[in-house]
C-alpha cells in the first residue's frame, strides 16, 4: 500500500478535487447549460425532496479583467482530462507546487491589452508575462506553449465558452481587437481568459460548484446581454452542486440563498422556486474577492484504489482496520489481493488497524484548541485567516498564497533578509498583536520536554498556534537535549560548546528558516551551524552562507566567511552575542562534500518516496554519525525501516512519539488515519562494521524482524569481503 498524506502539497489534492469536479460538471452539462426545460424537471423534482441544508448558501459572480489560465496537456490519461492526472494523484511520485506547474499556469493579460491598442493587427508575443502558482520554471514565457500545450478549445472543457458566447461581460465594437489579440495570445500559448467565474459556497466557505465562463472581451459590457446568457448558467451550476456537491456530505438544497450581483439575484428569483430554495430579499453586498478571503477547506475524500472523489461514490473504511477508504467491495478485493504480499491489504491491514490506535493518544495536548486541531475534519485556512494568520510563514502551513508577484521564498535573496535585521520573529507575526514574547532573561534551568513547559517558560499563551510553526525547532531541542543522551551518550553533547547540524533532504524547513533562531534562545551557550542541504533546495541559493547575530536588541544579518561557527570562552562569559550560521547546499546529500558534523536530522523523511535516500542512506552509514528522523505516521516510520534495510543492511530504532509534534492535523484524502507533522522521531542502527574487533554503532539492538514481514536480501556495499569469496567485489 502506499500513501502520500503529509509528503505532498495540499493544494495538489485540492487542484485535482477541483478539476474532477469541474469535468464531471461540463460532461453531464452537457447542451443543457442553455435550455433550462425539458430533461431539466425530473432533476428539480429530484431536488425539492433533497434534506434541507441550514446553512445560507452563496453563488458569487467573480469577473475577471486580467488573468487567464493555460492548461497543459498531460501525457497520461485519467480522470481529469488535460491534468495528467495519473501524475497529479500520485501514482507515480509524490508532486509537489512547482510539479503543477506545466499543468496549470496564470497568465497576465495585461501587458497584451496594451500592445493590442497600439498595435491595432500585429501579434505580439514578447510582452506575455507568465506567473506559476508555485516556485519553479514558468510554464509559458516570451509566447512560448508550455510543454503538450493544449489548443484553443478544450473538448468537454473550455471548447463551448470560447468566444465569449457566455461570457460575463458581452463584446462590444471596441472590444474586438482586444479580443481579436486574446485569441491570437491562446493559439501561440494554449492561454484561456477566464471572463468569469461563477462559485457556489455556503455561508462557511465550502466549495460546493464552481464553472468557468471561458473567452469574452473585457471592459464595459451591455448588462442585459450578460445576464441573459449568465442566468442559465448559474442555474445550471446551483442544480449540480445541490445534487452532487463538491464538497463534503450529502446531496442538499439549502434553506436559504444569496447572490453575489443585483441584476442576477433577480433573474434567478422566479427559478430557483422551482427546487423550493428560498431566494434572500437582497443580493449579498458584504462580499468580495479580497486578498484576504480563505476559502474553507474541501472535505471531500477520495478512493484508495481507483480515486474515485465522495462526490462520484460512496467511500466508506475497511470494516476491519477502519483506516483505508474504498468506493465498494470490488476495490477492497482489489487491494487486499495485490502482489507481491507486502504491499496488499491482507498484508498491513492488522498493522492499520494498530496504529489507528494511536489517535487518542497524538491528539493529547494541552493547547485551548486541541479538539479542533486534531479533528479529522480541521478545517485550517479558516482556523489561520480567523486569527489574522494569512501572511508570513503560515503560507506555508497551508493553502493560503500570496498574490502574483509575491515572492514565496524570502530566504532566496540578500535584500529580503535585510528585511528581518529588527525582528527575528517577523515573519512568524499574523495581522494583531506580536505572537512570540520577549526573550527570558535566563535560560532554561532543565532541558523541556513538553509543549506545556516549554509555553509556560517563554511566556506564551496556551491559545497561540505557533506551535504548528515551532515543531521544527522545538525538535531539534529536543533530539540534543534528550535522544542524542540516551542513545548516544558516549557524544558528551549537551557539554559542546559549538554544534554543526546537517538539516538533510530540506525544503519545508529552509521556507522556515528563521524559526530555528528559537534554538539560540534555548541553547544560548551554543554555537550553532545549521547547514541545509537537498536537491529541491532553489538554485540560486546554493553555497549560500549567512550568519545572523543578535546584539540584543537587534539581529544583524551579514554574508559569512565560510569559517564554521566557534564560541570563544569571553563570549560564553557574557552571553551577550548569539551566532546561527545558515549554509545552503542544493544537492542530494550523497554528493555533499565537507566536515563530518555533529548531527543529522531528516524532517517528515519518506525514505521510500525519493530515489535520492538510497544512496543517501549509504553515505549517513559511512559517516556513522547519530542521524535522527521525523515522520508524520507510524506508517511511514515502518516504510523507512525497510528502505534502511534495503539500502545499507542497517535498520531503524522503534519510532516513538514526538512530544513536540505539530497541534494540526493532517489532510488524508485516501485514509483515515492520524498524520501530523513530526509526529514520530527515530534514528538510524547502522549496520555493525565488517572485520575484527569492529565496534558496532551506538544505539539500541536491532529489534528481531515481524513474523509476517517479507524477508529483506542482505546486500554488501563495494569494498566489503564476502565470506568465503575472497577479496571479489560486488559490481
Given at each position: 500500500m502506499e500513501f502520500v498524506s503529509g509528503y505532498r502539497d495540499e493544494f495538489l489534492d485540492f487542484t485535482a478535487l477541483l478539476f474532477g469536479w469541474y469535468r464531471k460538471f461540463v460532461a453531464e452539462r452537457g447542451s443543457e447549460g442553455g435550455n433550462l426545460e425539458g430533461s431539466w424537471r425530473p432533476l428539480e423534482a429530484q431536488i425539492r425532496g433533497l434534506p434541507q441544508d441550514p446553512a445560507l448558501w452563496v453563488l458569487h459572480v467573480v469577473p475577471n479583467h486580467s488573468v487567464g489560465i493555460i492548461l497543459g496537456q498531460g501525457a497520461e490519461s485519467g480522470p481529469a482530462l488535460g491534468l495528467g492526472a495519473a501524475r497529479l494523484l500520485g501514482d507515480e511520485r509524490v508532486l509537489h507546487l512547482q510539479d503543477l506547474s506545466p499543468y496549470v499556469s496564470l497568465v497576465s493579460l495585461e501587458d497584451a491589452e496594451e500592445e493590442s491598442e497600439d498595435e491595432a493587427g500585429e501579434e505580439s508575443t514578447g510582452t506575455q508575462e507568465v506567473e506559476p502558482l508555485e516556485e519553479g520554471q514558468p510554464a509559458s514565457a516570451g509566447g512560448e506553449p508550455p510543454p503538450h500545450a493544449k489548443p484553443t478549445s478544450e473538448p468537454g472543457e473550455?471548447?463551448?465558452?470560447?468566444?465569449?458566447?457566455?461570457?460575463?461581460?458581452?463584446?462590444?465594437?471596441?472590444?474586438?481587437?482586444?479580443?481579436?489579440?486574446?485569441?491570437?495570445?491562446?493559439?501561440?500559448?494554449?492561454?484561456?481568459?477566464?471572463?468569469?467565474?461563477l462559485l457556489v459556497t455556503n455561508e462557511h466557505g465550502t466549495i460546493l460548484g464552481i464553472d468557468l465562463l471561458m473567452g469574452g472581451a473585457q471592459g464595459s459590457a451591455d448588462r442585459g446581454s450578460r445576464t441573459e446568457n449568465l442566468t442559465p448558467r448559474a442555474y445550471t451550476l446551483l442544480c449540480h452542486s445541490m445534487a452532487c456537491p463538491m464538497g463534503s456530505g450529502d446531496p442538499r438544497r439549502p434553506r436559504?440563498?444569496?447572490?453575489?450581483?443585483?441584476?442576477?439575484?433577480?433573474?434567478?428569483?422566479?427559478?430557483?422556486?422551482?427546487?423550493?430554495?428560498?431566494?434572500?430579499?437582497?443580493?449579498?453586498?458584504?462580499?468580495?474577492?479580497?486578498?484576504?478571503?480563505?476559502?474553507?477547506?474541501?472535505?471531500?475524500?477520495?478512493?484508495?484504489?481507483?480515486?474515485?472523489?465522495?462526490?462520484e461514490v460512496k467511500l466508506t473504511p475497511c470494516p476491519q482496520c477502519s483506516a483505508v477508504l474504498y468506493c465498494g467491495e470490488a476495490c477492497l478485493q482489489a487491494d487486499w489481493q495485490r502482489c507481491p504480499e507486502d504491499v496488499s491489504h491482507r498484508f498491513w491491514c492488522p498493522r492499520l488497524a494498530a496504529f489507528m490506535q494511536r489517535t487518542e493518544?497524538?491528539?493529547?495536548?494541552?493547547?485551548?484548541?486541541?479538539?479542533?486541531?486534531?479533528?479529522?475534519?480541521?478545517?485550517?485556512?479558516?482556523?489561520?485567516?480567523?486569527r489574522g494568520l494569512t501572511r508570513g510563514y503560515w503560507t506555508q502551513l497551508s493553502m493560503l498564497m500570496p498574490g502574483l508577484g509575491t515572492p514565496r521564498h524570502p530566504w532566496g535573496s540578500m535584500p529580503s533578509l535585510s528585511l528581518l535585521s529588527e525582528d527575528p520573529y517577523q515573519l512568524l507575526q499574523g495581522d494583531g498583536s506580536a505572537l512570540m514574547p520577549p526573550v527570558p532573561p535566563d535560560p532554561p534551568r532543565s532541558p523541556f520536554g513538553s509543549w506545556q513547559d516549554y509555553y509556560t517558560w517563554r511566556g506564551l499563551s496556551l491559545d497561540s498556534p505557533v506551535a504548528a510553526l515551532l515543531t521544527y525547532p522545538l525538535t531539534v531541542y529536543y533530539v540534543i537535549t534528550h535522544l542524542v543522551p540516551e542513545s548516544f551518550p558516549e557524544l558528551n553533547i549537551q557539554n559542546k560548546q559549538s554544534l554543526k547540524i546537517h538539516v538533510v533532504?530540506?525544503?519545508?524547513?529552509?521556507?522556515?528558516?528563521?524559526?530555528?533562531?528559537?534554538?539560540?534562545?534555548?541553547?544560548?551557550?551554543?554555537?550553532?551551524?545549521?547547514?541545509?542541504?537537498?536537491d529541491g533546495l532553489p538554485l540560486e541559493s546554493d553555497q549560500q552562507h549567512l550568519t545572523l547575530q543578535w546584539d540584543v536588541p537587534a539581529v544583524s544579518v551579514r554574508p559569512s566567511s565560510g569559517v564554521s561557527a566557534r564560541l570563544t570562552s569571553g563570549a560564553k562569559e557574557r552571553g551577550a552575542r548569539r551566532d546561527l550560521q545558515i549554509?545552503?547546499?542544493?544537492?542530494?546529500?550523497?554528493?555533499?562534500?565537507?566536515?563530518?558534523?555533529?548531527?543529522?536530522?531528516?524532517?517528515?523523511?519518506?525514505?521510500?518516496?525519493?530515489?535520492?535516500?538510497?544512496?543517501?542512506?549509504?553515505?549517513?552509514?559511512?559517516?556513522?554519525?547519530?542521524?535522527?528522523?521525523?515522520?508524520?505516521?507510524?506508517?511511514?516510520?515502518?516504510?523507512?525501516?525497510?528502505?534502511?534495510?534495503?539500502?545499507?543492511?542497517?535498520?531503524?530504532?522503534?519510532?516513538?512519539?514526538?512530544?513536540?509534534?505539530?497541534?494540526?492535523?493532517?489532510?488524508?484524502?485516501?485514509?483515515?488515519?492520524?498524520?501530523?507533522?513530526?509526529?514520530?522521531?527515530?534514528?538510524?542502527?547502522?549496520?555493525?562494521?565488517?572485520?575484527?574487533?569492529?565496534?558496532?554503532?551506538a544505539g539500541p539492538a536491532l529489534p528481531p524482524p515481524a513474523p509476517a514481514a517479507p524477508p529483506v536480501p542482505t546486500r554488501h556495499r563495494g569494498g566489503e569481503k564476502k565470506t568465503g569469496r575472497g577479496t571479489r567485489r560486488r559490481r
Open positions: 473550455a471548447g463551448p465558452e470560447a468566444g465569449g458566447e457566455d461570457g460575463c461581460p458581452g463584446a462590444t465594437a471596441e472590444d474586438v481587437t482586444a479580443q481579436e489579440k486574446r485569441k491570437g495570445l491562446q493559439s501561440e500559448a494554449g492561454s484561456l481568459h477566464v471572463s468569469c467565474l436559504q440563498l444569496t447572490v453575489g450581483d443585483a441584476q442576477l439575484h433577480r433573474e434567478l428569483e422566479g427559478l430557483v422556486s422551482r427546487l423550493g430554495v428560498k431566494l434572500a430579499k437582497t443580493p449579498m453586498r458584504t462580499w468580495g474577492p479580497g486578498l484576504d478571503f480563505t476559502f474553507a477547506s474541501l472535505q471531500a475524500r477520495t478512493c484508495h484504489v481507483c480515486h474515485r472523489h465522495s462526490f493518544e497524538l491528539a493529547t495536548l494541552p493547547f485551548t484548541y486541541t479538539a479542533e486541531a486534531t479533528s479529522e475534519t480541521f478545517n485550517k485556512e479558516a482556523f489561520l485567516a480567523s533532504e530540506a525544503r519545508k524547513e529552509f521556507d522556515l528558516a528563521m524559526v530555528f533562531w528559537e534554538l539560540l534562545v534555548l541553547l544560548p551557550h551554543v554555537a550553532l551551524e545549521l547547514q541545509f542541504v537537498g549554509k545552503v547546499s542544493s544537492r542530494p546529500y550523497h554528493l555533499l562534500q565537507g566536515p563530518k558534523p555533529d548531527l543529522v536530522i531528516g524532517f517528515n523523511s519518506g525514505f521510500g518516496l525519493k530515489d535520492t535516500w538510497l544512496s543517501s542512506l549509504p553515505r549517513l552509514q559511512s559517516l556513522r554519525v547519530p542521524a535522527f528522523f521525523t515522520e508524520s505516521s507510524e506508517y511511514g516510520c515502518m516504510m523507512d525501516e525497510q528502505t534502511m534495510a534495503v539500502a545499507t543492511g542497517g535498520s531503524t530504532s522503534p519510532p516513538q512519539p514526538n512530544p513536540f509534534r505539530s497541534p494540526f492535523r493532517l489532510r488524508a484524502a485516501d485514509n483515515c488515519m492520524p498524520w501530523y507533522c513530526n509526529a514520530f522521531v527515530f534514528h538510524l542502527i547502522y549496520k555493525p562494521a565488517q572485520g575484527g574487533g569492529a565496534r558496532p554503532a
